[in-house]
T-cell receptor, first 115, second 113 residues
Framework: EAGVVQSPRYKIIEKKQPVAFWCNPISGHNTLYWYLQNLGQGPELLIRYENEEAVDDSQLPKDRFSAERLKGVDSTLKIQPAELGDSAVYLC?????????????FGPGTRLTVL | AQTVTQSQPEMSVQEAETVTLSCTYDTSESDYYLFWYKQPPSRQMILVIRQEAYKQQNATENRFSVNFQKAAKSFSLKISDSQLGDAAMYFCAYYNQGGKLIFGQGTELSVKP
């Protein structure tokens, strides 16, 4: 079974430029998560989707960040414009769905460097 | 809101020895899950072990075991017979009733041959 796929693995951009990250969850997983991981820190949730609906985006900086999950499968996270402080790893995870517990499976992440 | 604290930024262990990583958390919930995740340099977050709060018995997975003290809100990870492949960042995480996973700051484990 294929795991969570993310692309690109690395991205280097100049500040004020736009950038987009793509995530393909495990087939059949209804719940998709985007996390931000700063260097030396644990991941922090940015947004959670149940199918195509964003059910928790309270930590997403909506002035420059946006996300979408069309047809409840793939998802894209966008930053426009990027700032120096956005340099971090962006992790995507998926799980079968909410319940008492459903294990989250993580992708390898995209490491963003903003110059 | 729940918080997770890992007070050991770095730990070191000799190969084949045992090491314990500490984690404490704060919550007012009575039912929740706790996890230890491993993140090697490849960045792929891997679930090591999980513990349901309603279970008194400590979880074990081969060389990995936990010491879950619910009243003290403590959840430590013990790695026995440490191997070179165990070297990684280890994150303690709390899963709340709202479906949110909250991570600690991480402990970087190095294994000396």
């Amino acid at each position: 079974e294929a795991g969570v796929v993310q692309s690109p693995r690395y991205k280097i951009i100049e500040k004020k430029q736009p950038v987009a990250f793509w995530c393909n969850p495990i087939s059949g997983h209804n719940t998709l998560y985007w996390y931000l991981q700063n260097l030396g820190q644990g991941p922090e949730l940015l947004i959670r989707y149940e199918n195509e609906e964003a059910v928790d985006d309270s930590q997403l900086p909506k002035d420059r960040f946006s996300a979408e999950r069309l047809k409840g499968v793939d998802s894209t996270l966008k930053i426009q414009p990027a700032e120096l402080g956005d340099s971090a790893v962006y992790l995507c995870a998926s799980s079968p769905g909410l319940g008492s517990y459903n294990e989250q499976f993580f992708g390898p992440g995209t490491r963003l460097t903003v110059l | 809101a729940q918080t997770v604290t890992q007070s050991q930024p770095e730990m070191s262990v000799q190969e084949a020895e045992t090491v314990t990583l500490s984690c404490t958390y704060d919550t007012s919930e009575s039912d929740y899950y706790l996890f230890w995740y491993k993140q090697p340099p490849s960045r792929q977050m891997i679930l090591v072990i999980r513990q349901e709060a309603y279970k008194q018995q400590n979880a074990t997975e081969n060389r990995f075991s936990v010491n879950f003290q619910k009243a003290a809100k403590s959840f430590s990870l013990k790695i026995s017979d440490s191997q070179l492949g165990d070297a990684a960042m280890y994150f303690c995480a709390y899963y709340n009733q709202g479906g949110k996973l909250i991570f600690g700051q991480g402990t970087e484990l190095s294994v000396k041959p």
